[in-house]
């Protein structure tokens, strides 16, 4: 392993972005999709479920954890998730495959009440996207400092997010979910996401 601070080069040669680790979960979620642009409504419900769990943990602990997530969470459909019981909830909170934090687990369910009532006023996706006005913004920072945790973006689309009752959506949260979701590409120069033929490619809608 060769690393540079901004920049780490692997076994395979290809040089990534300075915080990816040499789990191969990690590797390929760094490579296909972290930066690229999702534009799928259950895609972005997840994320943003998983970003609010992944508070105050590194996010390679909810990745590792996302398949079970994916099962217990009844593939992130919002329609189920909204109705779960609080005998649901406690059978979730004594899973050890999930973050077992009851705050972040009940938030999962208003925010799956908020995702649908959003749904019928507007599309979610459009809603979501219309922070960075529709398109990704190709930052490319040069160093790893060069990232910031947070952006006027962020901040306004944590508010909006707030507004329509959802939580566990603050601005640090929200920027973290923008740049998982490809609304922000903050790839380091230098990474070898940083192509044109890697960064057009939209990540496919997942199959529950």
Request: with cysteine; net charge positive.
């Amino acid at each position: 392993m060769v690393w540079t601070h901004n920049v780490v080069t692997f076994d395979d040669g290809k040089p990534r972005c300075g915080w990816v680790s040499d789990d191969p979960l990690y590797r390929a979620y760094h490579d296909d999709e972290w930066g690229r642009p999702h534009r799928d409504p259950n895609a972005l419900f997840e994320l943003l479920i998983l970003e609010g769990c992944q508070a105050g943990l590194s996010w390679i602990t909810v990745l590792r954890k996302r398949a079970h997530y994916r099962k217990v969470y009844d593939g992130f459909d919002p329609e189920k998730i909204a109705r779960y019981t609080p005998a649901k909830l406690d059978k979730l909170t004594a899973d050890p495959g999930i973050v077992r934090h009851r705050g972040k687990i009940e938030a999962s369910v208003g925010n799956a009440k908020a995702w649908l009532a959003l749904a019928e006023r507007e599309d979610p996706v459009a809603f979501l996207w219309s922070f960075t006005g529709g398109k990704p913004v190709v930052r490319r920072p040069k160093t790893l400092k060069d990232v910031p945790a947070q952006t006027p973006e962020s901040a306004a689309m944590s508010k909006a997010l707030m507004k329509l009752g959802f939580r566990f959506v603050g601005s640090t949260i929200c920027y973290a979910f923008m740049q998982a979701t490809g609304m922000v590409d903050d790839h380091v120069a230098g990474c070898h996401c940083v192509t044109a033929a890697s960064r057009s490619r939209s990540v496919p809608a997942r199959r529950a």
